[in-house]
């Protein structure tokens, strides 16, 4: 029983993200993700063409 009570009080002490703060939060997940795919892309593409100019 001493764990649901634990339970109940954390569940009361928990603040949620209000709809800006996610919607802010989201943003800045995709953009960063955007961007790690176009960091990755180009680094890619240059590995391949110092690779291509060494073969």
Do not use: S
Request: glycine share 8%; proline share 2%; net charge positive.
């Amino acid at each position: 029983m001493k764990f649901l009570k634990n339970v109940g009080q954390t569940m009361k002490a928990t603040t949620w993200p209000t709809a800006r703060e996610n919607r802010k939060d989201t943003t800045t997940v995709i953009l960063m993700g955007l961007g790690f795919a176009v960091f990755f892309g180009v680094a890619d593409y240059l590995v391949q063409l110092v690779l291509k100019l060494i073969i």
